[in-house]
T-cell receptor, first 111, second 113 residues
Framework: DQQVKQNSPSLSVQEGRISILNCDYT??????FLWYKKYPAEGPTFLIS?????DKNEDGRFTVFLNKSAKHLSLHIVPSQPGDSAVYFC??????????FGKGTKLSVKP | DSGVTQTPKHLITATGQRVTLRCSPR?????VYWYQQSLDQGLQFLIQ???????AKGNILERFSAQQFPDLHSELNLSSLELGDSALYFC????????????FGEGSRLTVL
């Protein structure tokens, strides 16, 4: 049973536009959420996180939104750049315990 | 460069064999985590060690085992290998016993023929 779901395997956007990556979760005990980015032949790298006491966290071009009632979070990238092309993983944990990852969404940003 | 080192990067072996994957965490990190990424799958948590002791276990098969040594490096042992064990195996580390932000190595790609 997947506790963290990324229902879109891939997303293609134009350079300069907004990229929105979505993630749903089923475990209401999750209280810490993270996004990781992964380039081919590299390990995942931490991008941004959000605690369940917040509904938004922003870091430069990256913003994560959390909707606890809908058990949904999203990552917004504005403006999107070709270098953002990668696989993005959503992850969640309970009390910063072990991270449960989604299957990832492959983002392609076209020049 | 995350500071986490994994060896080997690639490994090809036959069914029934045994392999050992090695991980050196970032300097100062006490926790080591092992994850498996199979084709079209997310990162599946296998096991966590903190300062030499097993802290948490995920979906790790009985044929797999791990340990963390006094110098904090860790090894993941995979035995009686099956075709389905072919995957990317990632090691990650963090300072504390709680996950939070993990720093991942580049992974070890295991191919079982």
């Amino acid at each position: 049973d997947q506790q963290v779901k990324q229902n879109s395997p891939s997303l293609s956007v134009q350079e300069g536009r907004i990229s929105i990556l979505n993630c749903d979760y089923t475990n209401s005990m999750f209280d810490y959420f993270l996004w990781y980015k992964k380039y081919p032949a590299e390990g995942p790298t931490f991008l941004i996180s959000i605690s369940s006491i917040k509904d938004k966290n922003e870091d430069g071009r990256f913003t994560v939104f959390l909707n606890k009632s809908a058990k949904h979070l999203s990552l917004h990238i504005v403006p999107s750049q070709p270098g953002d092309s990668a696989v993005y993983f959503c992850a969640a944990s309970v009390s910063q315990g072990n991270l449960i990852f989604g299957k990832g969404t492959k983002l392609s940003v076209k020049p | 460069d995350s500071g986490v080192t994994q060896t080997p990067k690639h490994l090809i072996t036959a069914t029934g064999q045994r392999v050992t994957l090695r991980c050196s965490p970032r300097s100062g990190d006490l926790s080591v985590y092992w994850y498996q990424q199979s084709l079209d799958q997310g990162l599946q948590f296998l096991i966590q060690y903190y300062n030499g002791e097993e802290r948490a276990k995920g979906n790790i098969l009985e044929r797999f085992s791990a340990q963390q040594f006094p110098d904090l490096h860790s090894e993941l042992n995979l035995s009686s290998l099956e075709l389905g064990d072919s995957a990317l195996y990632f090691c990650a580390s963090s300072v504390a016993s709680r996950a939070g932000e993990l720093f991942f190595g580049e992974g070890s790609r295991l191919t079982v023929l």
